[in-house]
Protein backbone atom coordinates (compact mmCIF):
# COMPACT_ATOMS: atom_id res chain seq x y z
CA UNK A 1 0.00 0.00 0.00
CA UNK A 2 1.71 3.68 -1.22
CA UNK A 3 0.65 6.06 1.86
CA UNK A 4 -0.80 9.28 0.01
CA UNK A 5 -0.58 12.36 1.75
CA UNK A 6 -2.39 15.55 -0.92
CA UNK A 7 -0.70 18.79 1.22
CA UNK A 8 2.79 20.10 1.02
CA UNK A 9 5.03 19.60 4.10
CA UNK A 10 8.26 20.38 3.02
CA UNK A 11 10.49 21.64 0.87
CA UNK A 12 12.84 19.60 -1.75
CA UNK A 13 16.16 21.51 -2.46
CA UNK A 14 18.55 19.94 -5.78
CA UNK A 15 21.95 20.42 -5.06
CA UNK A 16 25.59 19.10 -6.43
CA UNK A 17 25.96 15.79 -5.08
CA UNK A 18 28.45 15.86 -1.98
CA UNK A 19 27.43 19.16 -1.19
CA UNK A 20 24.89 18.23 0.81
CA UNK A 21 26.33 18.92 4.34
CA UNK A 22 26.97 22.67 3.26
CA UNK A 23 22.93 23.32 2.01
CA UNK A 24 22.07 21.96 5.20
CA UNK A 25 24.50 23.77 7.59
CA UNK A 26 23.20 26.78 5.45
CA UNK A 27 19.47 26.36 5.20
CA UNK A 28 19.81 25.50 9.23
CA UNK A 29 21.78 28.65 9.64
CA UNK A 30 19.41 30.85 7.63
CA UNK A 31 16.32 29.22 9.32
CA UNK A 32 17.57 29.89 12.37
CA UNK A 33 18.45 33.29 11.64
CA UNK A 34 14.57 33.96 10.84
CA UNK A 35 13.52 32.13 13.77
CA UNK A 36 12.61 28.90 12.57
CA UNK A 37 13.59 25.44 13.53
CA UNK A 38 13.74 22.86 10.52
CA UNK A 39 15.44 19.56 10.42
CA UNK A 40 16.90 17.92 7.04
CA UNK A 41 16.16 14.78 5.61
CA UNK A 42 19.30 13.81 3.60
CA UNK A 43 21.63 11.20 2.41
CA UNK A 44 25.45 11.72 1.78
CA UNK A 45 26.09 12.40 -2.37
CA UNK A 46 22.28 12.22 -3.10
CA UNK A 47 22.53 15.08 -5.17
CA UNK A 48 19.09 16.83 -3.37
CA UNK A 49 17.96 17.52 0.58
CA UNK A 50 14.42 17.96 2.28
CA UNK A 51 13.88 20.36 4.53
CA UNK A 52 10.83 20.21 6.87
CA UNK A 53 9.29 22.78 8.93
CA UNK A 54 9.31 21.35 12.85
CA UNK A 55 6.29 23.12 13.46
CA UNK A 56 4.32 23.03 9.85
CA UNK A 57 4.38 26.33 9.13
CA UNK A 58 5.85 25.33 5.16
CA UNK A 59 5.01 29.01 4.34
CA UNK A 60 7.01 30.38 6.72
CA UNK A 61 9.93 27.96 6.15
CA UNK A 62 9.66 28.83 2.55
CA UNK A 63 9.43 32.84 3.10
CA UNK A 64 13.06 32.60 5.05
CA UNK A 65 14.71 30.72 2.25
CA UNK A 66 14.40 32.37 -1.51
CA UNK A 67 16.36 30.76 -3.99
CA UNK A 68 17.82 33.65 -5.09
CA UNK A 69 19.42 34.14 -1.82
CA UNK A 70 21.01 30.60 -1.11
CA UNK A 71 24.65 29.49 -2.59
CA UNK A 72 24.79 26.15 -2.32
CA UNK A 73 21.13 25.14 -3.66
CA UNK A 74 20.22 24.72 -7.33
CA UNK A 75 16.66 24.65 -7.05
CA UNK A 76 14.11 24.97 -4.37
CA UNK A 77 10.40 23.40 -4.21
CA UNK A 78 8.01 22.93 -2.31
CA UNK A 79 6.93 19.21 -1.93
CA UNK A 80 4.49 16.50 -0.82
CA UNK A 81 5.74 13.87 0.97
CA UNK A 82 7.25 10.91 -1.44
CA UNK A 83 5.48 8.02 -2.67
CA UNK A 84 7.71 4.96 -2.37
CA UNK A 85 7.28 1.32 -2.67
CA UNK A 86 5.50 1.80 -6.01
CA UNK A 87 4.96 -1.16 -7.92
CA UNK A 88 6.52 -1.55 -11.25
CA UNK A 89 3.26 -2.71 -12.89
CA UNK A 90 1.27 0.86 -11.89
CA UNK A 91 3.55 3.39 -11.32
CA UNK A 92 1.25 5.97 -12.61
CA UNK A 93 -2.33 5.55 -10.49
CA UNK A 94 -0.55 6.49 -6.88
CA UNK A 95 1.10 9.85 -8.68
CA UNK A 96 -2.48 10.47 -10.64
CA UNK A 97 -4.23 10.15 -7.24
CA UNK A 98 -1.63 12.16 -5.00
CA UNK A 99 -2.14 15.03 -7.77
CA UNK A 100 -5.70 14.81 -7.85
CA UNK A 101 -5.95 15.00 -4.35
CA UNK A 102 -3.94 17.63 -4.24
CA UNK A 103 -6.34 19.52 -6.19
CA UNK A 104 -3.45 21.63 -7.46
CA UNK A 105 -4.04 22.65 -11.40
CA UNK A 106 -0.39 23.29 -13.33
CA UNK A 107 0.71 24.07 -16.85
CA UNK A 108 3.52 22.51 -16.70
CA UNK A 109 4.69 19.01 -15.57
CA UNK A 110 8.71 18.22 -14.97
CA UNK A 111 10.44 14.52 -14.56
CA UNK A 112 13.85 15.06 -13.09
CA UNK A 113 16.22 13.28 -11.02
CA UNK A 114 19.54 13.87 -8.96
CA UNK A 115 22.68 14.86 -10.74
CA UNK A 116 23.95 11.34 -10.01
CA UNK A 117 25.06 8.06 -12.27
CA UNK A 118 22.43 6.43 -10.55
CA UNK A 119 19.96 9.30 -10.78
CA UNK A 120 20.65 9.76 -14.34
CA UNK A 121 19.63 6.31 -14.93
CA UNK A 122 15.89 7.39 -14.44
CA UNK A 123 15.49 9.46 -17.09
CA UNK A 124 14.54 6.96 -19.16
CA UNK A 125 11.71 6.02 -17.39
CA UNK A 126 10.96 9.10 -16.13
CA UNK A 127 10.11 9.38 -19.75
CA UNK A 128 8.64 6.55 -20.90
CA UNK A 129 5.92 7.89 -18.04
CA UNK A 130 5.16 11.24 -19.28
CA UNK A 131 2.66 11.01 -22.41
CA UNK A 132 0.36 8.58 -20.41
CA UNK A 133 0.58 11.13 -17.08
CA UNK A 134 0.44 14.27 -19.21
CA UNK A 135 -2.46 12.52 -20.67
CA UNK A 136 -4.67 11.21 -18.28
CA UNK A 137 -4.03 14.87 -15.93
CA UNK A 138 -5.05 16.66 -18.51
CA UNK A 139 -8.21 14.44 -18.94
CA UNK A 140 -8.36 15.24 -15.20
CA UNK A 141 -8.05 18.98 -15.79
CA UNK A 142 -5.05 19.02 -13.83
CA UNK A 143 -2.87 19.48 -16.37
CA UNK A 144 -4.77 23.18 -17.98
CA UNK A 145 -3.10 25.58 -20.41
CA UNK A 146 -2.49 28.72 -17.98
CA UNK A 147 -2.46 28.14 -14.36
CA UNK A 148 -0.25 31.30 -13.91
CA UNK A 149 3.07 29.13 -14.84
CA UNK A 150 2.53 26.77 -11.72
CA UNK A 151 4.76 23.86 -12.42
CA UNK A 152 4.52 20.13 -10.80
CA UNK A 153 7.66 18.50 -10.67
CA UNK A 154 8.17 14.87 -10.34
CA UNK A 155 11.47 14.04 -8.54
CA UNK A 156 12.66 10.37 -9.09
CA UNK A 157 14.89 9.52 -7.05
CA UNK A 158 14.65 5.55 -7.85
CA UNK A 159 12.70 3.84 -9.66
CA UNK A 160 10.13 2.90 -7.04
CA UNK A 161 10.56 6.29 -5.45
CA UNK A 162 8.88 9.84 -6.72
CA UNK A 163 8.21 13.16 -5.08
CA UNK A 164 5.87 14.98 -6.05
CA UNK A 165 6.56 19.03 -6.02
CA UNK A 166 5.35 22.34 -7.31
CA UNK A 167 7.19 25.82 -8.33
CA UNK A 168 6.32 29.23 -8.95
CA UNK A 169 7.58 31.26 -11.78
CA UNK A 170 10.09 33.82 -9.79
CA UNK A 171 11.34 31.62 -6.89
CA UNK A 172 12.34 29.08 -8.89
CA UNK A 173 15.29 28.23 -11.39
CA UNK A 174 13.52 27.57 -15.08
CA UNK A 175 16.26 25.05 -15.93
CA UNK A 176 15.25 21.73 -15.68
CA UNK A 177 17.06 20.06 -12.56
CA UNK A 178 18.52 23.68 -12.15
CA UNK A 179 21.50 22.89 -14.58
CA UNK A 180 21.51 25.39 -17.40
CA UNK A 181 22.05 23.41 -20.82
CA UNK A 182 24.87 26.15 -22.36
CA UNK A 183 27.10 24.58 -25.26
CA UNK A 184 30.69 25.44 -25.68
CA UNK A 185 31.70 27.24 -28.34
CA UNK A 186 34.36 25.58 -29.84
CA UNK A 187 36.76 28.71 -30.54
CA UNK A 188 36.51 29.03 -26.43
CA UNK A 189 40.14 28.57 -25.08
CA UNK A 190 38.63 26.69 -22.02
CA UNK A 191 35.68 25.55 -21.11
CA UNK A 192 35.37 27.41 -17.92
CA UNK A 193 34.04 30.18 -20.51
CA UNK A 194 30.89 28.40 -19.66
CA UNK A 195 31.32 29.24 -16.05
CA UNK A 196 31.64 32.82 -16.57
CA UNK A 197 28.19 32.85 -19.19
CA UNK A 198 26.18 30.60 -16.68
CA UNK A 199 26.85 33.34 -13.67
CA UNK A 200 25.73 36.03 -15.84
CA UNK A 201 22.46 34.19 -16.82
CA UNK A 202 22.28 33.55 -13.18
CA UNK A 203 23.06 36.68 -11.59
CA UNK A 204 21.95 39.25 -14.87
CA UNK A 205 18.51 39.43 -16.05
CA UNK A 206 18.54 38.91 -19.58
CA UNK A 207 16.28 42.27 -20.52
CA UNK A 208 19.52 43.94 -18.72
CA UNK A 209 22.47 42.40 -20.44
CA UNK A 210 22.59 44.84 -23.48
CA UNK A 211 23.28 47.58 -20.96
CA UNK A 212 25.40 46.17 -18.21
CA UNK A 213 26.96 43.80 -20.62
CA UNK A 214 28.03 46.44 -23.30
CA UNK A 215 30.35 47.09 -26.26
CA UNK A 216 33.07 49.03 -25.99
CA UNK A 217 32.98 48.60 -22.07
CA UNK A 218 36.44 47.89 -19.95
CA UNK A 219 36.85 44.78 -18.56
CA UNK A 220 39.53 42.77 -15.64
CA UNK A 221 40.67 39.62 -16.04
CA UNK A 222 42.29 38.17 -12.86
CA UNK A 223 44.11 34.79 -13.35
CA UNK A 224 42.98 35.03 -17.16
CA UNK A 225 44.91 32.33 -18.92
CA UNK A 226 44.37 31.02 -20.90
CA UNK A 227 41.62 33.14 -21.74
CA UNK A 228 37.86 31.76 -21.30
CA UNK A 229 36.49 34.37 -19.02
CA UNK A 230 38.26 36.82 -21.21
CA UNK A 231 36.94 35.44 -24.33
CA UNK A 232 33.56 36.11 -23.12
CA UNK A 233 33.95 39.54 -22.41
CA UNK A 234 35.52 40.15 -25.45
CA UNK A 235 32.92 38.42 -27.24
CA UNK A 236 30.27 41.00 -25.62
CA UNK A 237 32.73 43.59 -27.10
CA UNK A 238 34.86 44.43 -24.17
CA UNK A 239 38.22 45.72 -23.83
CA UNK A 240 40.12 43.53 -21.33
CA UNK A 241 43.24 43.60 -19.23
CA UNK A 242 44.44 40.19 -18.64
CA UNK A 243 46.60 39.69 -16.00
CA UNK A 244 48.07 35.84 -15.85
CA UNK A 245 51.96 35.05 -15.58
CA UNK A 246 50.78 32.48 -18.44
CA UNK A 247 49.90 32.39 -21.93
CA UNK A 248 46.96 33.86 -23.57
CA UNK A 249 45.27 31.83 -26.21
CA UNK A 250 46.77 33.15 -29.43
CA UNK A 251 43.36 33.40 -31.65
CA UNK A 252 41.84 35.61 -28.23
CA UNK A 253 45.20 38.09 -28.88
CA UNK A 254 44.58 38.59 -32.11
CA UNK A 255 41.17 40.33 -31.79
CA UNK A 256 43.43 43.06 -30.21
CA UNK A 257 40.85 43.76 -27.37
CA UNK A 258 43.19 42.33 -24.71
CA UNK A 259 46.17 43.78 -23.04
CA UNK A 260 48.00 41.12 -21.97
CA UNK A 261 49.62 41.72 -18.24
CA UNK A 262 52.33 39.33 -17.08
CA UNK A 263 51.89 40.06 -13.71
CA UNK A 264 50.91 39.29 -10.45
CA UNK A 265 47.36 39.63 -9.95
CA UNK A 266 47.20 40.18 -6.12
CA UNK A 267 49.48 43.55 -6.94
CA UNK A 268 48.48 44.75 -10.22
CA UNK A 269 47.09 47.70 -10.41
CA UNK A 270 44.56 49.42 -13.06
CA UNK A 271 45.52 52.27 -15.28
CA UNK A 272 41.90 53.69 -14.78
CA UNK A 273 38.92 52.43 -13.53
CA UNK A 274 36.80 49.90 -14.68
CA UNK A 275 33.09 48.50 -15.41
CA UNK A 276 34.19 44.82 -14.97
CA UNK A 277 36.01 42.64 -12.81
CA UNK A 278 36.04 39.46 -13.54
CA UNK A 279 38.63 36.59 -11.11
CA UNK A 280 39.05 32.79 -11.35
CA UNK A 281 42.37 32.33 -9.77
CA UNK A 282 42.91 29.42 -7.43
CA UNK A 283 43.75 30.56 -4.05
CA UNK A 284 42.82 30.84 -0.54
CA UNK A 285 39.00 32.03 -0.41
CA UNK A 286 39.91 34.65 2.18
CA UNK A 287 42.79 36.22 0.30
CA UNK A 288 40.61 36.58 -3.22
CA UNK A 289 37.98 38.60 -0.72
CA UNK A 290 40.59 40.61 0.38
CA UNK A 291 41.57 41.56 -2.93
CA UNK A 292 38.15 42.05 -4.17
CA UNK A 293 37.42 43.95 -1.41
CA UNK A 294 40.54 46.33 -2.22
CA UNK A 295 38.88 47.00 -5.42
CA UNK A 296 35.19 47.43 -5.11
CA UNK A 297 36.25 49.78 -2.20
CA UNK A 298 38.84 51.79 -4.35
CA UNK A 299 36.14 51.83 -6.76
CA UNK A 300 38.39 50.69 -9.18
CA UNK A 301 35.31 48.28 -11.13
CA UNK A 302 31.51 48.75 -10.93
CA UNK A 303 30.69 44.76 -10.63
CA UNK A 304 32.74 42.16 -10.03
CA UNK A 305 32.39 38.04 -10.88
CA UNK A 306 35.13 35.97 -8.80
CA UNK A 307 35.14 32.44 -7.55
CA UNK A 308 36.43 31.46 -4.09
CA UNK A 309 37.81 27.68 -4.56
CA UNK A 310 36.68 25.69 -1.21
CA UNK A 311 38.87 22.61 -1.23
CA UNK A 312 38.41 22.60 2.61
CA UNK A 313 35.43 20.89 4.74
CA UNK A 314 33.44 23.78 6.46
CA UNK A 315 33.09 24.61 2.37
CA UNK A 316 29.77 27.03 3.98
CA UNK A 317 31.12 28.56 7.20
CA UNK A 318 34.19 29.73 4.94
CA UNK A 319 31.75 31.42 2.03
CA UNK A 320 30.45 32.88 4.77
CA UNK A 321 33.38 34.36 6.26
CA UNK A 322 34.11 35.81 3.24
CA UNK A 323 30.66 37.34 2.53
CA UNK A 324 30.84 39.41 5.60
CA UNK A 325 34.06 40.35 5.18
CA UNK A 326 33.47 42.18 1.90
CA UNK A 327 30.45 43.58 3.17
CA UNK A 328 31.68 44.96 6.53
CA UNK A 329 34.54 46.56 4.46
CA UNK A 330 31.81 48.01 1.93
CA UNK A 331 29.14 49.12 4.50
CA UNK A 332 32.49 50.79 6.52
CA UNK A 333 32.84 52.56 3.08
CA UNK A 334 29.59 53.73 2.72
CA UNK A 335 29.35 51.75 -0.80
CA UNK A 336 26.05 50.95 -1.56
CA UNK A 337 25.78 47.04 -3.16
CA UNK A 338 24.21 43.90 -4.12
CA UNK A 339 25.71 40.76 -3.81
CA UNK A 340 24.58 37.32 -4.25
CA UNK A 341 27.01 34.22 -4.82
CA UNK A 342 25.62 30.52 -6.06
CA UNK A 343 27.56 27.30 -6.51
CA UNK A 344 27.05 27.11 -10.01
CA UNK A 345 26.05 23.71 -12.32
CA UNK A 346 29.72 24.51 -13.90
CA UNK A 347 31.65 25.23 -10.67
CA UNK A 348 33.14 21.95 -9.07
CA UNK A 349 34.54 22.49 -5.43
CA UNK A 350 33.99 26.45 -5.65
CA UNK A 351 30.97 28.60 -5.78
CA UNK A 352 31.01 32.18 -7.88
CA UNK A 353 30.08 35.66 -6.18
CA UNK A 354 28.53 38.25 -7.52
CA UNK A 355 28.64 41.55 -6.17
CA UNK A 356 27.72 45.28 -7.76
CA UNK A 357 27.98 48.58 -6.60
CA UNK A 358 25.10 50.50 -6.87
CA UNK A 359 24.41 54.42 -7.10
CA UNK A 360 26.83 57.46 -8.04
CA UNK A 361 30.28 56.19 -7.93
CA UNK A 362 31.46 58.27 -4.31
CA UNK A 363 34.14 60.93 -4.57
CA UNK A 364 37.63 59.72 -3.57
N1 LIG B 1 39.37 31.82 -16.15
C1 LIG B 1 40.45 31.20 -16.91
C2 LIG B 1 39.88 30.73 -18.23
O1 LIG B 1 38.66 30.82 -18.42
O2 LIG B 1 40.65 30.30 -19.10
C3 LIG B 1 41.09 30.07 -16.15
C4 LIG B 1 41.83 30.55 -14.96
S1 LIG B 1 42.78 29.31 -14.16
C5 LIG B 1 41.59 28.46 -13.25
C6 LIG B 1 43.63 30.22 -12.96
C7 LIG B 1 44.72 31.12 -13.49
O3 LIG B 1 45.14 31.96 -12.43
C8 LIG B 1 45.98 30.39 -13.98
O4 LIG B 1 46.19 30.70 -15.34
C9 LIG B 1 47.11 30.95 -13.11
O5 LIG B 1 48.29 31.19 -13.84
C10 LIG B 1 46.51 32.26 -12.63
N2 LIG B 1 47.07 32.76 -11.37
C11 LIG B 1 47.16 32.14 -10.18
N3 LIG B 1 47.72 32.98 -9.27
C12 LIG B 1 47.96 34.14 -9.91
C13 LIG B 1 48.50 35.39 -9.52
N4 LIG B 1 48.92 35.60 -8.28
N5 LIG B 1 48.60 36.36 -10.45
C14 LIG B 1 48.19 36.17 -11.72
N6 LIG B 1 47.65 35.02 -12.14
C15 LIG B 1 47.55 34.01 -11.25
Redesign the pocket.
Request: charged fraction near 15%; proline fraction near 9%; charge should be negative.
Given at each position: MVAIEATASELLFYCRPGFEPDLIAELTERAAEAGIAAYPRAKPDTGFVRFVPADGDLVGLAAALPLDELIFARQRLVALHPLERLSREDRVTPILDQLQLTGICFDSLWHECPDTNDGQSLVRLARALDRPLQAVLRKRGLLVPDAAGLRAHLFWSAGDRVQIAFSRPGERSDWPEGKPRLRAASDA??R??LKLEEAWHTFIPAEQWPERLAEGMQAVD????????TWQLVRRGMHVHA????PMDERLMATTQVEHHRE???VWEPPNPVIWLVC????KPARVAARMGDWLERQWCREAIFNLKLPMKKRWQTVRDCLEHLDERLSDAGLANEVRARQLYHDREEVTVHIRLVGEPLAR
Open positions: PSSALGAAPGGWVDNGDAFDIVD
